[in-house]
């Protein structure tokens, strides 16, 4: 008896353990029921994770776990506190560049009035001279007579409009302020120095590699040109280097002319800096080109690497034609040339303030514009005047010798004139690139500014924190995981002998525990093409020797009561 009982014992535990497995496979895999085929996993949903570019320390975090978030609102609060004073500093420097654009401009318009007002003498003196020589007639005396009166009137109008907008300033005030200005120019334009061999040095380079790469440039047009069945573009490409490297070795010829020459000093360091220039836009030309050219499909790569070598021939240009610039201004002579600008600049304020406020916001001028409008005026004045006398009275020849002279003298005055508003112009570019460059600064302080202040940019709700004010966060450190509720995904793990029944696209019945009864829909958004042994919702080593595959599913719209994390069972329909 006992020994039967000991026999069967045995028995009876394998055929427990046997249907205990059976029983957990049928129950924690997919399932099948009345021919519909089900499968359990948990909701999930697509996740954003929340990184700062800028590092810093963190001020506010302004949601916990569970918050719902809208897009645009503010989640994280870095310490904007040193970018913050760097801005001021950077809009101060902006104000001063501004200023000093603006005073380098209004140095330009009365610069220009100075010209045109040379310009008008040297009409009005070879009108002179061309008369004396000619004799007179009737309709000349008329028209001479009509010019008098006409330069009359012009000389009256703008002696009022000198003296409305100078009243309360005494002349003398005027005339002193007038002179230290035209003393400041003198001193400015007709500086000059001895450059050192190492700065001519500089400027031999970049004149010497500027012919290099002319000579290159045609070497790869010529190059290019004997392909045949190349692209138009590319050729095109090659000619268009050509007349830019063409361009800049002539640049570069001034420059070093220049200094060799002995020129001014500010025409130098003007010609050296044209040159920089104008190979800096040569380089930006040539990259267009080269990204253009990768965009042609079946382009041969000799056109392309042509282009490249371009680029690189250009940057090596725009380095040296850097250092031959750099070369010239960073140097203690160039100190007494800005002192000198300085000065220019101080003798221009002493001069324009002399003129009222009011009276200068309702004419636009200045009074050196006035001043030099003026000098014009009675230029014309005389001018006209002479010509008259010499009419009426006949010309001799000491009087055709000294109309003549006229014309010497006014076309003397026209040049310095023109020097002077060539070097004006020169340095309100260079005032105006002072204020594009603040400007620059500024907008990016501002971009990182703004940069510290992490905003959502989904509707979701909140699922990790990570940090906590007064932490330091790092560049692309997660400080946040937000989950977008209005794209709910779930994951469930098909056998491989079902696997053929769901398609793409197929709609399944979802439920879950928190609302027995009720069924939600899905979609089937894509299917694994591989087998999986260990999916992770199967612990048991049983559940791991059976291949399955991963099904994803897109939850349709459910009002907001289907949340990450709930467990939930999918049932295909059956087929």
């Known amino acids: 008896m006992h020994s039967n009982l000991r026999r069967i014992v045995p028995v009876v535990l394998i055929l427990v353990v046997i249907l205990s497995v059976v029983w957990y496979l049928y129950t924690s895999k997919a399932s099948v029921t009345d021919g519909a085929l089900s499968a359990s996993g948990t909701i999930e949903a697509d996740q954003v994770t929340i990184s700062p570019e800028l590092g810093g320390r963190v001020v506010s975090v302004a949601v916990v776990e569970g918050d719902h978030v809208t897009a645009g609102q503010v989640l994280v609060q870095l310490d904007p506190a040193l970018l913050q004073a760097q801005r001021l500093q950077a809009e101060a420097g902006l104000h001063i560049a501004q200023a000093s654009a603006q005073a380098a401009q209004s140095a330009v318009q009365a610069a220009q009035a100075a010209q045109a007002a040379a310009q008008a003498g040297l009409d009005a003196a070879s009108a002179n001279r061309d008369l004396l020589q000619a004799g007179a007639l009737p309709e000349q005396l008329q028209a001479a007579q009509a010019q008098v009166a006409q330069t009359e009137a012009s000389l009256h109008a703008l002696q009022a409009s000198f003296d409305a907008l100078t009243a309360g300033s005494r002349p003398e005030d005027i005339t002193a302020a007038r002179q230290r200005l035209q003393q400041a120019w003198a001193a400015y334009t007709g500086l000059s ?228 508003l060539q070097a004006v112009q020169f340095q309100a570019k260079m005032a105006q690139a002072q204020v594009e460059s603040a400007q620059a600064a500024l907008d990016l302080l501002d971009v990182q500014i703004a940069k510290l202040t992490l905003v959502s940019p989904v509707d979701g709700v909140v699922l990790s924190r990570s940090v906590e004010p007064g932490e330091m966060a790092s560049p692309g450190a997660s400080l946040l995981g937000l989950g977008q509720l209005q794209s709910l995904t779930i994951t469930v793990y098909i056998p491989e002998d079902r696997y053929g029944e769901i398609s793409l696209g197929e709609s399944a019945e979802i439920s879950v525990d928190s609302f027995p009864g009720e069924v939600f829909t899905g979609r089937v958004t894509h299917i694994a093409d591989k087998a999986e042994f260990t999916p992770r919702n199967v612990q048991t080593s049983e559940g791991r020797r059976t291949t399955v595959f991963a099904i994803q599913l897109a939850l349709d719209a459910n009002d907001g009561r289907l949340k990450p994390g709930m467990p939930a069972d999918v049932t295909f329909k059956a087929h």
């Open 193 to 420: 120095v001895n450059l050192s061999e190492d700065q001519l040095d500089t400027l031999r380079q970049a004149h010497t590699l500027s012919q290099s790469n002319l000579a290159r440039a045609q070497a790869r047009q010529d190059r290019l040109a004997s392909e045949p069945d190349l692209d138009a573009s590319a050729v095109s490409a090659a000619q268009r280097e050509v007349e830019e490297c063409t361009l800049a070795e002539k640049a570069a010829q001034a420059a070093l002319q220049a200094a060799q020459d002995g020129q001014p000093y500010y025409l130098q360091i003007q010609a050296a800096r044209e040159s920089w220039d104008l190979v800096g836009q040569n380089l930006s030309q040539a990259r267009a080109r080269l990204d253009y050219l990768k965009t042609i499909d079946d382009l041969p790569t000799l056109a392309v690497d042509t282009a490249q070598e371009a680029v690189d021939d250009a940057q090596d240009l725009s380095d040296s034609t850097q250092e031959a610039y750099d070369a010239l201004v960073d140097d203690a002579q160039a100190k007494r040339l800005d002192q000198a600008w300085k000065e220019v600049q101080d003798a221009h304020s002493q001069l324009n303030n002399l003129g009222r406020a009011g009276a200068a916001a309702q004419t636009s001028a200045t009074v050196e514009t006035l001043l030099n409008q003026l000098d014009a005026a009675r230029a014309l004045r005389d001018a006209a005047a002479a010509s008259l006398a010499l009419l009426e009275k006949g010309a001799r020849s000491e009087q055709l010798a000294a109309a003549q002279a006229q014309v010497v003298a006014a076309q003397a005055q026209l040049d310095a004139a023109s020097a002077q």
